[in-house]
């Protein structure tokens, strides 16, 4: 063994740490780390986006069905009112009794898909109006009526789950003394 060997061997570990190949290593080593904290960051942050993407998506896709659901429903409410309509004119006495029968029957049936649906009709008569759910198309001088009362439906309407499909158009109560402050003060003007 050289004598350059034997003073390696003897040199103290602190001698090591000092040569310049291992300063650099070192670096090396801290940089790799370092970049190793940053693309694990990126990773999470791409991992969160992609989840975030994914709820969204399924969200959209939910509206989106929901939304044609309704759209479709919206136009078999018309044909239902159209249905009521008519068998409210029939006179008992016009028509053979099986053909009243079988048109009840079928507007049975479809209020059973459009319950099976999740459509249920709004019931607003004696309720105090809510702007949400009714659409006031008048209103009514009605004695013994509290202000604000829905006193009769005009036309029905329709709610899918929570959602309103369409508004109930509905006639409002009002106070008899109301009016008639309302009309002296467009007088006084």
């Given at each position: 063994?050289?004598?350059?060997?034997?003073?390696?061997?003897?040199?103290?570990?602190?001698?090591?740490?000092?040569?310049?190949?291992?300063?650099s290593l070192e670096?090396?080593?801290?940089?790799?780390?370092?970049?190793?904290?940053?693309?694990?960051?990126?990773?999470?942050?791409?991992?969160?986006?992609?989840?975030?993407?994914?709820?969204?998506?399924?969200?959209?896709?939910?509206?989106?069905?929901?939304?044609?659901?309704a759209h479709i429903?919206?136009?078999?409410?018309?044909?239902?009112?159209?249905?009521?309509?008519?068998?409210?004119?029939?006179?008992?006495?016009?028509?053979?009794?099986?053909?009243?029968?079988?048109?009840?029957?079928?507007?049975?049936?479809?209020?059973?898909?459009?319950?099976?649906?999740?459509?249920?009709?709004?019931?607003?008569?004696?309720?105090?109006?809510?702007?949400?759910?009714?659409?006031?198309?008048?209103?009514?001088?009605?004695?013994?009526?509290?202000?604000?009362?829905?006193?009769?439906?005009?036309?029905?309407?329709?709610?899918?789950?929570?959602?309103?499909?369409?508004?109930?158009?509905?006639?409002?109560?009002?106070?008899?003394?109301?009016?008639?402050?309302?009309?002296?003060?467009?007088?006084?003007?």
């Amino acid at each position: 063994m050289t004598e350059d060997e034997r003073s390696g061997e003897d040199a103290p570990q602190d001698d090591v740490s000092k040569l310049p190949e291992t300063a650099s290593l070192e670096e090396e080593l801290e940089e790799a780390l370092r970049e190793k904290d940053q693309f694990r960051t990126i990773a999470q942050r791409a991992q969160a986006d992609l989840a975030n993407y994914k709820r969204r998506a399924a969200e959209e896709f939910m509206e989106g069905t929901i939304s044609a659901k309704a759209h479709i429903l919206t136009k078999l409410l018309s044909i239902v009112d159209d249905l009521d309509r008519a068998l409210e004119m029939v006179p008992e006495d016009a028509v053979a009794p099986g053909w009243l029968e079988g048109l009840k029957l079928v507007q049975k049936k479809i209020t059973h898909v459009l319950e099976g649906e999740g459509v249920s009709k709004i019931e607003p008569l004696g309720q105090p109006f809510e702007p949400f759910e009714c659409e006031a198309i008048l209103y009514e001088e009605t004695p013994g009526e509290e202000d604000g009362q829905v006193v009769k439906i005009v036309r029905n309407g329709y709610k899918h789950h929570d959602r309103v499909l369409r508004a109930a158009q509905v006639i409002v109560s009002k106070n008899q003394c109301e009016q008639q402050e309302e009309h002296s003060q467009s007088e006084d003007l």
